[in-house]
């Protein structure tokens, strides 16, 4: 089917963020702060990665649904994300969830979180509305997502990664036949459909869609009054257009993504403490699956005044594994050693002290001595001297939280803890 160019452009598109995401599963990490609102690597929020995707493929249209912890995601936005031309119908505009006529409670769901600003969307007139999680890191070109949303005159177009079956279970998990057409969408899976002639394969949902406007209007407004539904997308909203028969098909990432170099596809929900540790980690390899330094597009941000990282007398080494470091802006190490890790904006480490395999978000200070091996190191924490962890399982998880995977999360407050009882 060929398109007019007209149909084409962005500027008939709204842009969803949902926003509001609370991050239980980052424990600690989330206590002040959304899921979307994080720091990630080193000088990024998460929520970066997704509205650079939309100013670089030039959807500028953009709004962003906040809920949970939202203030600091507030101001990121503003400082950070107030440069598109409004003379020109651009803009990218929080609108944080609010009480109303009908409406007393927080949203309940990805669908009513999107139903309950329907009167802002449709105001703007728009064609089609593409909806976008706020809290996963990975660059794709949005238009090439447009079009083949309407060159299938789909109803709903979900994007679509291939992942191995035993990893689909925590996933959208959708069925298609052999032009991509959704048969069938299963929320998290006991036992993933494969794809066919894959047995050990299956394709799952990024959480990204695109809808025909008045199509979405419609099933919004039917799921509002079905009093069984928990008015989520997936869950909900999804199978049962499937099940109704409307046109919703599959897009295929590698179709869309912006790719660093020949490698796998990278698409991360950094959901968990171990996604989240290692997707930083992944940042500081030389081969890299995600590529910060591409001018062609590029992640913006908002990095306020930091001055130029200061290193004295400190070694940079790589790991066991292999991994590089990387050293954000403000950082200062004095004396310091530094192996495969990655050290966010002003980041400081006195005489000594070591870090290995670890990330520190920013305002952390390792205090003299101090020895941290497969750690996350929250926002402002300051590492007492000459404490160890990483060394120690046992110990680790009595006095912090310590992942399935291994790595030692600390957070003020059990470091305060520690201290009083020092």
Known sequence: MVLPETFLTPRHTITI??????????????????????????????????????????FRRVMVLTQYNAHRLLEHLQKGWGFLNGPLGEFIQPYPAEQGPGHDSWYKGTGDAVYRNLHHVMAHSPRNVLVLAGDHVYRMDYKAFLQDHLAADADLTIACLEVPKAEASTFGVVQVDARNRITGFFEKPADPPALPGAPDRALISM??????????????????????????FGKDLIPAMVA??????????????????????????????????????????????????????????????CPPAKLMHTELGPSPGGFESLVAAGCV??????????????????????????????GAEVGEGAQLKRVLVGRGCRIPRGLVVGEDPEM???RFYRTPGGITLITQGPLAVLEAGA
């Open 333 to 362: 190490l004095d004396g310091a050693t530094v192996r495969g890790s990655l050290l966010s904006t002003k980041v400081s480490m006195h005489h000594a002290s070591k870090v290995e395999e670890s990330v520190l978000l920013p």
């Open 244 to 305: 109704k028969g409307a046109v919703v098909m599959a897009h295929r990432f590698e179709q869309s993504q912006v790719a660093a170099g020949p490698g796998p596809l990278y698409w991360r929900d950094v959901g968990t403490l171990d996604a989240f540790w290692k997707a930083n980690l992944d940042l500081t390899r030389e081969d890299s699956p995600l590529d910060l330094h591409d001018e062609a597009w590029p992640i913006y941000t908002h990095l306020g005044q």
């Open 17 to 58: 963020v949902l926003a509001g995401g609370r991050g239980e599963r980052l424990k600690g990490l989330t206590e002040r702060e959304s899921k979307p609102g994080l720091d990630f690597g080193g000088q990024f929020k998460i929520i970066d990665f997704t509205l650079s995707n939309c100013v670089n493929s030039g």
């Open 396 to 398: 680790d998880a009595r």
């Open 207 to 232: 959480g990204i869609y695109f809808f025909k406007a008045g199509f979405l209007y419609d099933v919004l407004k039917g799921d509002a009054l079905d009093p069984h539904s928990s008015h989520d």
